[in-house]
């Protein structure tokens, strides 16, 4: 599989690679909202939270303490 060159393709793939992550466990962003300020002092309102996601703008912190509070130990990225 080619590698995406843009940057609006690499924000596809990992706005992708998340959505799917969040959906597979069944969190609401209204829950992750509310497990990434307990967790780590993240405030983010749920709908803020879709926005990023939905835009592909956050930080690789961002993703990885998505991917830890929702409790994803492994993704597969091909």
């Given amino acids: 599989m080619p590698k995406p060159a843009l940057d609006e393709e690499w924000k596809a793939r ?3 690679i998340l959505k799917a992550e969040i ?3 069944g969190v609401k962003y ?3 909202s509310v ?3 307990e967790t780590y002092g ?3 309102s749920p709908q803020n939270l879709s926005n990023k ?9 961002f993703m990885f303490q998505i991917l ?4 994803c130990d492994s ?3 091909t």
């Fill in 42 to 44: 993240v405030k983010e």
């Fill in 68 to 71: 830890e509070v929702i409790g």
């Fill in 53 to 61: 996601i939905a835009h592909g703008t956050f930080s690789a912190i």
């Fill in 23 to 25: 959906a597979r466990k």
């Fill in 14 to 16: 990992m706005r992708g």
């Fill in 35 to 37: 497990m990434l300020e």
């Fill in 30 to 32: 209204k829950d992750l």
């Fill in 75 to 77: 993704i597969k990225i």
